[in-house]
């Protein structure tokens, strides 16, 4: 069995290994501040949690700082709406950027002021191509680019230049200002890069105060130098934009406090899910989920409303550590490490998703029972409950058969099982409709046999099912919730991953539960007792309407019933 999460031992791993070393030869002088750079335009998924918790993570464990940082450079796609939901998403993790809170368009002068010194010592040029000859003299990987007409332009018009791209004097796509390298650079990415281009938009913190914005590999940089940053953990796929980040801050280095180090790691693939923002915007847009939050996306608002605790999701980035090397991680090491926590967290209750009525014909008519079920097999400290017996009950119909097969311990023509926590009950008749449908079970029940008593010791018996009572039960709605995609892998490849949605992901139905439950408040984690792990939905819930979500099943049948449907 895996231990519980806070007895692991924390992992190593390549980052902490620099880090461990910058401290034993005092590079950062004992210092460690890395920081979260989302771009404000969309939500954040599962794979930013991994970002977060290392960077967060790795800054509380060596005593530093964690800035989040607001990349926004493109004020057309970015907006108010995704940097609040980004704060609120960081916040509900457990983290905490303090003073800290910053956004890359705060530099924005300085960037431009950083540009013009560039110029002034022959590092950038305003070039006049198009964009499309910018992309053709470009070059390719085996053929090397060619020098843009304009790169020779004598420092004095290139400022000149700037100058007037910022006052507004040309159109956008007119001039853009490169960064002066080396057009016959191996690295596509050095081939003088453009650093600023024209953009008549509005940007939602600066306004209409400028129309050049700088781009991301220069920018992002120069903030994490400004902010005395000194680990900038990336994704692998910035490792090749690596000579540029130095590059940048080598031309700069009068100017700047420090020059930060950026270290790549291997970001998160996780199956049966899609992460890029630009296909969570077309689920959204397309309405093929229920917005933003719909319990099935990988954002984190969705694993949130699905009912993922902080906690599950900290495990989880632990336990799947990091590395330089891409892999896929099984959304089922997601869904364990949440059965982990909300089986030491959440309390125990009984709900029916599939009533089948069951009545005991020895049993006085209006009887009611109290029996005592416990909040918490493990916990006894969590106390019991009182459920009410009666002479007619709900069970699920899967816990009887009327022809059973090879190994069906419940109950079934002639035979006996426990009630949980109450009695014995011997099924001796099976009531019919016109159609020929089940529409009840009769039972009679053994007086001598109640859980808790010496005499019920004696009786061992094999099947044991849960209950409730009709004249008790309320009702709820129940949202049973699957894996968005049938496919491991949905946008794998060239493939389209709206071909593999899983038309099960999402089954509504009513169930009955435990009275006590209809006051859920919305948020509260329960496990419905062999039926899974449920979260009363924070969008639909109220207390005396409730709404269930089911979080996770109790175990992981998933592959098994995967392939018997096939
Ligand atoms: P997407 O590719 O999903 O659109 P992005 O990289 O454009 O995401 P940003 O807002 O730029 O999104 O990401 C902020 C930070 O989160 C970056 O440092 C990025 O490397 C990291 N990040 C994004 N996706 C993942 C992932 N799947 N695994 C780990 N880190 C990620
Ligand atoms: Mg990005």
């Known amino acids: 069995m895996k231990k519980p999460f806070s007895e692991e031992t924390v992992v190593s791993n390549f980052i902490r290994s620099i880090i461990n070393e910058d401290n034993r030869t005092g590079k950062w002088h004992g210092r460690v501040e890395t920081r979260f750079p989302p771009e404000p335009n969309g939500y954040l998924h599962i794979g930013h949690a991994k970002s977060i918790c290392l960077n967060f993570g790795i800054a509380k464990e060596y005593n530093?700082?964690?800035?989040?940082?607001?990349?926004?450079t493109n004020p057309e796609k970015e907006a108010q709406?995704?940097?609040?939901?980004?704060?609120?998403?960081?916040?509900?993790?457990?983290?905490?950027?303090?003073?800290?809170?910053?956004?890359?368009?705060?530099?924005f002068d300085q960037l431009y002021m950083f540009a013009e010194y560039l110029i002034t010592q022959g590092k950038a040029?305003?070039?006049?191509?198009?964009?499309?000859?910018?992309?053709?003299?470009?070059?390719?990987?085996?053929?090397?680019?060619?020098?843009?007409?304009?790169?020779?332009?004598?420092?004095?018009?290139?400022?000149?230049?700037?100058?007037?791209?910022?006052?507004?004097?040309?159109?956008?796509?007119?001039?853009?200002?490169?960064?002066?390298?080396?057009?016959?650079?191996?690295?596509?990415?050095?081939?003088?890069?453009?650093?600023?281009?024209?953009?008549?938009?509005?940007?939602?913190?600066t306004g209409n105060k400028w129309c050049i914005y700088p781009m991301y590999d220069y920018t992002h940089c120069i903030s994490d130098a400004l902010e005395n940053i000194t680990h900038s953990l990336c994704t692998l796929e910035f490792e090749d934009h690596r000579p540029l980040y130095d590059w940048v801050l080598d031309q700069l280095q009068d100017k700047l406090p420090c020059h930060p180090q950026q270290i790549e790691f291997a970001r998160l693939n996780l199956t049966y899910t899609v992460m890029s923002k630009r296909k969570l915007i077309e689920l959204v847009?397309?309405?093929?989920?229920?917005?933003?939050?719909?319990?099935?996306?990988?954002?984190?608002?969705?694993?949130?409303?699905?009912?993922?605790?902080?906690?599950?999701?900290?495990?989880?980035?632990?336990?799947?550590?990091?590395?330089?090397?891409?892999?896929?991680?099984?959304?089922?090491?997601?869904?364990?490490?949440?059965r982990e926590d909300l089986n030491e967290q959440a309390p125990r209750r009984i709900a029916i998703l599939k009533p089948l009525k069951l009545i005991i014909d020895n049993y006085p008519d209006d009887q009611e029972e109290d029996c005592f079920a416990p909040?918490?097999?493990?916990?006894?400290?969590?106390?019991?409950?009182?459920?009410?017996?009666?002479?007619?009950?709900?069970?699920?119909?899967?816990?009887?058969?009327?022809?059973?097969?090879?190994?069906?311990?419940?109950?079934?023509?002639?035979?006996?099982?426990?009630?949980?926590?109450?009695?014995?009950?011997k099924c001796v008749q099976i009531e019919k409709n016109a159609q020929g449908d089940i529409v009840a079970?009769?039972?009679?029940?053994?007086?001598?046999?109640?859980?808790?008593?010496?005499?019920?010791?004696?009786?061992?018996?094999?099947g044991n099912i849960h209950w409730l009572s009709a004249k008790h039960a309320q009702t709820a709605e129940i949202r049973l919730y699957d894996r968005l995609f049938t496919d491991p892998y949905p946008d794998s490849?060239?493939?389209?991953?709206?071909?593999?949605?899983?038309?099960?992901?999402?089954?509504?139905?009513?169930?009955y539960i435990e009275p006590e439950l209809h006051n859920a408040e919305p948020g509260q984690c329960f496990q419905f007792e062999r039926n899974g792990y449920f979260i009363a939905d924070t969008a639909d819930s109220q207390p005396g309407k409730p709404v269930f979500n089911r979080a996770v099943t109790l175990r992981d049948s998933w592959e098994k019933t995967a392939k018997q449907a096939v």
């Open 64 to 72: 530093g700082a964690c800035h989040l940082r607001f990349d926004d």
């Open 441 to 462: 079970i009769h039972c009679i029940y053994d007086p001598d046999t109640k859980s808790g008593t010496d005499a019920a010791a004696n009786r061992k018996i094999k």
């Open 493 to 511: 490849g060239d493939k389209d991953y709206k071909n593999a949605l899983n038309p099960n992901s999402k089954t509504i139905t009513h169930a």
């Open 285 to 338: 847009e397309q309405k093929l989920v229920d917005g933003w939050d719909d319990p099935r996306l990988s954002t984190l608002a969705g694993v949130r409303r699905r009912g993922y605790t902080p906690h599950s999701i900290h495990m989880f980035a632990e336990r799947i550590g990091v590395s330089k090397a891409d892999s896929w991680i099984d959304m089922s090491v997601l869904e364990d490490c949440l």
């Open 81 to 107: 709406e995704f940097v609040d939901a980004i704060c609120d998403n960081v916040q509900w993790l457990g983290f905490d950027w303090g003073e800290h809170l910053y956004f890359s368009s705060d530099y």
């Open 125 to 205: 040029y305003v070039d006049s191509q198009t964009a499309e000859e910018i992309r053709e003299w470009r070059g390719t990987l085996t053929i090397p680019g060619k020098n843009s007409p304009y790169r020779d332009r004598p420092a004095e018009e290139n400022l000149d230049l700037l100058r007037r791209m910022k006052s507004g004097e040309f159109a956008e796509g007119t001039h853009v200002l490169r960064a002066r390298i080396d057009m016959s650079s191996p690295n596509i990415n050095m081939r003088d890069p453009v650093i600023y281009r024209i953009r008549y938009a509005h940007h939602q913190r």
């Open 375 to 425: 909040n918490h097999p493990q916990k006894p400290e969590w106390d019991k409950r009182t459920v009410t017996f009666t002479k007619v009950l709900y069970i699920e119909q899967d816990d009887f058969m009327e022809e059973p097969v090879k190994g069906f311990f419940r109950l079934k023509p002639g035979g006996e099982v426990r009630l949980r926590y109450a009695y014995i009950v």
